[in-house]
C-alpha cells in the first residue's frame, strides 16, 4: 500500500511536467524522458500517445480512424525503438540500423535533420567528402541519433560503400562529392539550400 502511495505522486509529477510543455513531446524529448524516468516508461508512452491523438484530432482537416492509427503506432514504435537503443553497437557502421534503432524511419529522419533524400542515401552510402560537411549537419545527426558527436564523425571518415554489384573483374572507384554540389543538385527549397551552403565544414573533419 505504502508503494503504490509513493509511486502515485512521482508519477503524477512526471507527467505533470511533460504536460507543462506547450506542445507533445517529440522523439527527441520523449527519449530523454523514458531514459530519465525508466520506471514509468509505458505510462509516459501512453500519455504522449493520448496527447498525440488529441491533438490530431484538433486540427483544421478531418482526421480519419487510420490518420490517428498511424500516429499512434509511429510513436509507439519509435519509443520501443529508443527503449532498445542501449542495445546499439558502440560503433556506427550501418546508418540505416543506426536510424531504425533511434525509432525513425527514413523520411522521418531526413524530415529531422533537414535534408533531402538524395543527401540521406548519400549519407548512408559515405558518399560524401568528410572534409566538406557542416559542422552543424554533424551535430544534428549526432542530436537525432542520440549519439556522440565523435561517433558521427567517425562514421563520416569511413570508406564509401559499393552500392552496386559489378561484373568487372576490377571494381570501379567510388567517387564522393562535396556537399555542397549535392546541396545544390537536391530537391530541398531554395532557402533551405541556402542555410545548408551558408554553414562551414566541420573542423575536426578537415583532411
Not at 81 to 96: C, F, G, K, N, Y
Not at 163 to 180: G, H, I, L, M, N
Amino acid at each position: 500500500m505504502t508503494a503504490n502511495q509513493n509511486r502515485g505522486p512521482a508519477l503524477d509529477d512526471v507527467l505533470a511536467d511533460i504536460a507543462a510543455a506547450p506542445s507533445p513531446p517529440d522523439a527527441q524529448i520523449l527519449r530523454a524522458w523514458t531514459a530519465k524516468h525508466p520506471e514509468f516508461a509505458a505510462e509516459i508512452v501512453e500519455f504522449a500517445t493520448d496527447w498525440v491523438e488529441m491533438e490530431t484530432a484538433r486540427s483544421e482537416h478531418v482526421v480519419t480512424a487510420e490518420d490517428v492509427d498511424v500516429v499512434v503506432n509511429r510513436t509507439m514504435s519509435r519509443v520501443q525503438a529508443m527503449l532498445d537503443a542501449a542495445e546499439r553497437p558502440e560503433v556506427v557502421t550501418d546508418l540505416t540500423a543506426d536510424i531504425r534503432a533511434a525509432g525513425y524511419d527514413l523520411d522521418s529522419f531526413q524530415r529531422a535533420v533537414g535534408i533531402d533524400r538524395s543527401i540521406l542515401d548519400c549519407l548512408i552510402s559515405r558518399l560524401i567528402k568528410p572534409a566538406t560537411v557542416p559542422g552543424r549537419l554533424v551535430h544534428v545527426l549526432a542530436e537525432v541519433l542520440n549519439r556522440t558527436v565523435e561517433r558521427v564523425r567517425d562514421y563520416l571518415r569511413l570508406p564509401p560503400q559499393q552500392v552496386t554489384a559489378y561484373k568487372a573483374r576490377k571494381r570501379p572507384e567510388v567517387k564522393q562529392a562535396d556537399f555542397a554540389f549535392l546541396v545544390q543538385h537536391s530537391g530541398l527549397s531554395d532557402s533551405e539550400k541556402a542555410r545548408w551552403l551558408a554553414e562551414g565544414p566541420d573542423p575536426a573533419l578537415q583532411e
